[in-house]
T-cell receptor
Framework: DAKTTQPPSMDCAEGRAANLPCNHS???????VYWYRQIHSQGPQYIIHGLKNNETNEMASLIITEDRKSSTLILPHATLRDTAVYYC??????????FGKGTRLHILP | DVKVTQSSRYLVKRTGEKVFLECVQD?????MFWYRQDPGLGLRLIYFSYDVKMKEKGDIPEGYSVSREKKERFSLILESASTNQTSMYLC????????????FGPGTRLTVT
């Protein structure tokens, strides 16, 4: 079973920041939080990952709470092309990742 | 850019046929993976490989086998296809174990009739 909990769907207006939450209350100290997304009819795409500190790259920002029990992926200026299913993943073991059901993000024009 | 290619986007096979799904990556990655994706179930790991000729079972290996004779190529084999193996199959490759970033191919939608 996936170790994360995400809302099944969310809406965001185009041009606004999309904030996608994820709960991972049983995360272990050496486990990373990863985010992927899957646009319709494509394979999943890596977005960002982090351990303890907040992270930012050209696609998004990742905010991890101090107790590491939850995190938020932020897409700063959502566009219609960001419509996708977003997966929050915690690395279960040394050698595999379990994908949950994700959040379906709808960007509204 | 990393590129992961899969041999077919769409495939239709009959029950009992032996099916080969091929995956090739061009970034010299050590690790390669096969997943299937079904509505309501998300992505599930079938098999993975961390080196040539090495393989490990994932969460749902039953009914599948794999082959990795060359670093860049990872094949998924359905020995005797069944209708419950109708699914989207996704191949991925990745580099180091610490960051565990994975790059996915476009997927093969397999229908078994």
């Amino acid at each position: 079973d996936a170790k994360t909990t995400q809302p099944p769907s969310m809406d965001c207006a185009e041009g606004r920041a999309a904030n996608l939450p994820c709960n991972h209350s049983t995360i272990s100290g050496n486990e990373y939080v990863y985010w992927y997304r899957q646009i319709h009819s494509q394979g999943p795409q890596y977005i960002i990952h982090g351990l303890k500190n907040n992270e930012t790259n050209e696609m998004a920002s990742l905010i991890i709470t101090e107790d590491r029990k939850s995190s938020t992926l932020i897409l700063p200026h959502a566009t219609l092309r960001d419509t996708a299913v977003y997966y929050c993943i915690v690395r279960v073991a040394y050698d595999k990742i379990i994908f949950g059901k994700g959040t379906r993000l709808h960007i509204l024009p | 850019d990393v590129k992961v290619t899969q041999s077919s986007r769409y495939l239709v096979k009959r029950t009992g046929e032996k099916v080969f799904l091929e995956c090739v990556q061009d970034m010299d990655h050590e690790n390669m993976f096969w997943y299937r994706q079904d509505p309501g179930l998300g992505l599930r790991l079938i098999y993975f490989s961390y080196d040539v000729k090495m393989k490990e079972k994932g969460d749902i290996p039953e009914g599948y086998s794999v082959s990795r004779e060359k670093k860049e190529r990872f094949s998924l084999i359905l020995e005797s296809a069944s209708t419950n193996q109708t699914s989207m199959y996704l191949c991925a490759s990745g580099t180091d174990w610490v960051s565990y970033e994975q790059y996915f191919g476009p997927g093969t939608r397999l229908t078994v009739t």
